[in-house]
Nanobody
Framework: QVQLVESGGGLVQAGGSLKLSCAASGRALNQYAMGWFRQAPGKEREFVAGIHRNGITIYKDSVKGRFTISRDNAKNTLYLQMNSLKPEDTAVYYC?????????????????WGQGTQVTVSS
């Protein structure tokens, strides 16, 4: 079992950057497929980025070239570097993990979740 704690959210102007962290305890992150999801008010939770157990990454089309997911095995932490932020990126961001080989864009395929961190991008 793994416990996930996100941090790094905040208020930023459009065009700015934030780096989210997801610290894991209980088990090594490289044993999990990992994902970042977000949920805006009144909307469904949506996939943002994922990293397979082998380290290969996948992204939602609208964040490609702006967001980067990475994993530091020594620190047992997952990151999401977000650049060129837009107001439509405003949401609560969650990290998720599952004991599978491949990250998925379906939130129902993840068993472990963090509590979320708020990201607000002002125009």
């Amino acid at each position: 079992q793994v416990q996930l704690v996100e941090s790094g959210g905040g208020l930023v102007q459009a065009g700015g950057s934030l780096k989210l962290s997801c610290a894991a305890s209980g088990r090594a992150l490289n044993q999990y497929a990992m994902g970042w999801f977000r949920q805006a008010p009144g909307k469904e939770r949506e996939f943002v980025a994922g990293i397979h157990r082998n380290g290969i990454t996948i992204y939602k089309d609208s964040v490609k070239g702006r967001f980067t997911i990475s994993r530091d095995n020594a620190k047992n932490t997952l990151y999401l570097q977000m650049n060129s932020l837009k107001p439509e990126d405003t949401a609560v961001y969650y990290c998720a993990a599952d004991l599978r080989l491949w990250a998925s864009g379906d939130p129902n395929e993840y068993y472990f979740w963090g509590q979320g961190t708020q990201v607000t991008v002002s125009s």
